[in-house]
């Protein structure tokens, strides 16, 4: 498998370039995926330069780079800083994340990620993990389902979703997509039932994933293991959930309210913005379907 059918990668030149890639320096790609945006950091890298790579996902390891500077940790990037130390690394250069589902997640059709199969209800990103798809569904109060439709998903009528949910499973569980298709197909108006199950399904894999706290553990310890002064933090995200996490973090060190002023009044602030936000161009989207909604931001550490 190529790394184009694998995951084709979103602002490639645009994402490394925020990196400002110093040859000798240390980079941590957090997304590994098909190693696109790694393989085109490796390419930047002098000799004594090192790559380490994340990717919970037992399918990229089919990717590996078999370079002596490449160490691919087969793990959540929800734990950057500990297996950094455990490979002796206390500061980076630069850290790179291009988040939400890979191509190739989308299209395994057993992995339940894509509204265009019927499928198991898993939505993984490891298949370690004990919560899928199937539990949420099948498992989860009413007032949860709520909740993660409304947050997750955007979606108005939440209630009434967790409400036909609760009502079909009392008859039976919802085993698989299909089912879940057909105990809602009546929230599916025919000129937009892609755009609502888009939504019905990110809500599902964020909850399944625990996306929004992975998103914020991980940039919180960024923030600890990036070089003051110089070390970069380039990130691309695909919904506004995660677009606000990352602009309020790399803009205020916090995810809510604002952060404390010095004795001259000024905010203290963790990072300083490096570009303003990039956006795919209309050809790299004619190219790349999936780059339609790519936001880029990258942010310097104070």
């Not at 553990?217 to 695909?238: A, D, H, N, W």
Request: glycine share 6%; aromatic share 10%; hydrophobic share 40%.
């Amino acid at each position: 498998m190529t790394m184009t059918e694998y995951h084709n990668p979103v602002l490639l030149k645009e994402t490394v370039d925020g990196l400002n890639i110093k040859p000798d320096g240390v980079y941590v790609d957090v997304t590994f995926g098909g190693g696109g945006h790694s393989r085109e950091i490796m390419k930047r890298l002098g000799p004594n330069g090192r790559l380490f790579a994340f990717d919970q996902d037992e399918d990229a390891q089919a990717n590996i780079i078999d370079d002596e500077r490449f160490t691919l940790i087969p793990e959540n990037f929800r734990f950057i800083k500990r297996f950094l130390r455990f490979y002796g690394i206390k500061e980076v250069d630069g850290i790179l994340a291009d988040l939400g589902v890979s191509s190739h997640q989308f299209d395994v059709a057993e992995r339940g990620f894509s509204t265009r199969f019927d499928a198991g209800l898993d939505m993984r990103m490891s298949q370690k993990n004990d919560l899928d798809a199937y539990r949420v569904v099948n498992e989860y109060e009413e007032k949860d389902l709520k909740r993660m439709f409304f947050d997750y998903g955007d979606l108005r009528n939440a209630g009434a979703l967790a409400s036909a949910i609760i009502a079909a499973r009392q008859v039976k569980p919802i085993a698989n997509t299909g089912d879940l298709k057909t105990v809602l197909s009546r929230f599916l108006p025919a000129h937009k039932s892609n755009k609502i199950l888009a939504q019905i399904y990110q809500a599902i894999r964020i909850e399944v994933n625990q996306e929004m706290e992975v998103l914020k553990e991980f940039l919180q310890q960024s923030l600890e293991v990036l070089k003051p002064g110089s070390g970069r933090l380039s990130v691309i995200s695909y919904h506004s959930l995660e677009d606000r996490l990352v602009k309020r973090y790399m803009r205020n060190g916090m995810f809510e309210g604002e952060p404390e002023r010095d004795m001259f009044g000024n905010f203290e602030v963790p990072f300083k913005s490096i570009e303003k936000l990039i956006i795919p161009t209309d050809e790299e989207i004619e190219q790349n379907n999936r780059a339609r909604s790519a936001k880029l931001r990258v942010a310097e550490k104070l």
